[in-house]
């Protein structure tokens, strides 16, 4: 069951080799630092051992970043798997009735609200770390990239020549 971005993950707790599969579609709408030009799309699936919950996911979207050479806009499309595991404790309720299974999260962000998942906060996570370290653009890093040129040439026009001009006739004073 889902509510209010909380994937209810209860069923898979209380009954350990039961698998609980969901299609997920979420725009993270939350989240200011990233820029995804379609959903989030994919599946995700959640499996108890008794001692651990496993879940594991494949999702794909199309993200705006930036060139780490210019600056640039970049679109890419981003597809990515990620499997995690979460310490359970107790005993789940299929085994007896006196207590019950939980998940105990030792993650230093919130991921769990009870036995329910926190859907974005996990997909973020995972969206970004699968993200690339250093997009770069169509010119690459040795190419004439005209967005590199233009800043290079705006650098040092608004800020080389006026102040290096002063500085060097500072010193020319100096050793007259």
């Known amino acids: 069951m889902k509510r209010d971005g909380l994937l209810d993950l209860n069923e898979a707790l209380q009954h350990p080799g039961r698998t609980l599969v969901f299609e997920l579609s979420t725009e993270l709408n939350q989240e200011e630092d990233l820029d995804l030009l379609e959903p989030l799309d994919g599946s995700l699936e959640a499996v108890s051992t008794g001692n651990l919950l496993l879940i594991k996911g494949e999702f794909k979207t199309r ?18 798997d990620f499997s995690e595991q979460f310490p359970v404790e107790g005993v789940p309720s299929s085994y007896g009735l006196s207590d019950f299974a939980r998940v105990v999260p030792d993650e230093p962000y919130q991921l769990f609200e009870g036995n329910s998942l926190i859907v974005d906060a996990l997909l973020r996570q995972a969206l970004i770390v699968s993200l690339p370290m250093q997009p770069i653009c169509k010119f690459g890093w040795d190419g004439d990239c005209p967005v590199a040129l233009k800043r290079r040439a705006d650098a040092s026009e608004a800020h080389g020549r006026d102040e290096f001009q002063k500085l060097k006739n500072l010193l020319e004073d100096d050793s007259a």
Do not use: K
């Open 63 to 80: 993200a705006v970043v930036e060139c780490a050479r210019c600056g640039g806009p970049l679109e890419l499309d981003v597809s990515f």
